[in-house]
């Protein structure tokens, strides 16, 4: 069986991960990387931290125009589809990187597993929500994190080849978790990631920049590539004492982050599930979320204007995760016994 992963971005990494680790022998898998992200050095860290074989394509999409981006990433994974025929396509999550996967094998017929389908936020001026609709609706495998995804699909007539999984960050969450230890100095930080492009345009990030400078707290803000330019292009009159930046971090110095927090700010998915399952007091700059699951009026706030900035983490570390909801951490068993059948 020849498979074809299409991977775009860290998060996709993570889950790729545990599917390689537990691939069974008589599966062939190719990796293309499509070149969305900003800094190449950012996945081929995860490549290596992960022990994963380098990608056997790398395409180079141009990087100032999205639009253009995304099309040429249509175009060289159709190359790859003309020279080569697989049996199935694996597309991970919501980027343009998946869309364009999704459209590519679709027009070459090659059957399309979606890993981590049926997440809604319901906000349809995010990107995200409509590149997950669209490639659900492609899919012939329909791979859902939570059962409120699959019930999301039976509601949309998309039932026939959608089946619970469980969430595969939570499997490498489980692997990892065991090498992270609480540091013996606290410094009481917040730890903050801002990526989205709502977030990034240039007067909400000002607003945002504005808000974290107030935190009693330091802020220690992960810098991406994307946050990285709109800081540049923002014009901020000042740069925020309380707010430290850093770089982009392995997965597990992210979780020694994580864990040694007082609480997150986030707009990250991933980092929103990890805090929820670490039982982090944690703020969503956003107004809605397609992880509905770890949503808590007492520890876990979706709060847009960030009004909760010096009084979320005062709860403490109380949460009890419901790790059920997002699977066993066996969900990398489960797809490959799903298409092996």
Same mark, same amino acid.
């Given at each position: ?145 939570? %059962? ?14 959608? %089946? ?158 419901? %790790? ?18």
């Amino acid at each position: 069986m020849k498979v074809l992963h299409c991977i775009g971005n860290r998060p996709q990494y993570m889950k790729l991960a545990p599917l390689i680790w537990s691939s069974p022998m008589n599966v062939d898998n190719n990796i293309v990387n499509t070149g969305q992200h900003y800094d190449p050095e950012m996945s081929t860290d995860f490549i290596n931290e992960f022990k994963l074989p380098n990608p056997d394509w790398t395409l180079t999409p141009p990087k100032e125009d999205l639009g253009l981006q995304f099309l040429i990433m249509i175009q060289q994974i159709d190359e790859i589809l003309m020279d080569q025929r697989f049996d199935f396509a694996f597309v991970y999550g919501d980027t343009n990187s998946t869309l364009a996967a999704a459209i590519s094998a679709k027009n070459h017929n090659v059957p399309i597993v979606h890993i981590e389908s049926g997440l809604r936020s319901r906000d349809f001026n995010m990107p995200e929500e409509r590149n997950r609709i669209i490639v659900d609706s492609y899919s012939k495998l329909k791979l859902t994190p939570t %059962f409120s995804a699959l019930e999301n699909l039976k509601k949309e007539n998309l039932q026939d080849g959608s %089946f619970f999984v469980g969430d595969l960050m939570l499997d490498l969450f489980k692997k990892s978790i065991n090498e992270v230890e609480y540091s013996q100095v606290t410094d009481n930080y917040l730890l903050c990631t801002i990526h989205r492009k709502s977030n990034l345009e240039e007067k909400r990030l000002q607003k945002i920049m504005e808000i974290l400078s107030t935190s009693q707290k330091k802020v220690n803000l992960v810098v991406h590539p994307a946050l990285k330019v709109a800081l540049i292009n923002s014009k901020l009159n000042s740069f925020p004492t309380n707010v430290e930046k850093i770089q982009p971090q392995s997965y597990l110095n992210t979780l020694r982050l994580l864990k040694n927090a007082d609480g997150v700010i986030t707009d990250s998915g991933g980092l929103q599930k990890e805090a929820y399952w670490m039982g982090k007091p944690t703020l969503i700059p956003r107004s809605s979320t397609e992880w509905s699951e770890t949503i808590d009026e007492k520890f876990i706030h979706l709060d847009h204007k960030l009004e909760k900035i010096n009084t979320f983490t005062q709860a403490g570390n109380e949460i009890k995760p419901d %790790f059920l909801a997002f699977g066993d951490g066996l969900s990398a068993q489960k797809i490959w016994g799903i298409i092996q059948n």
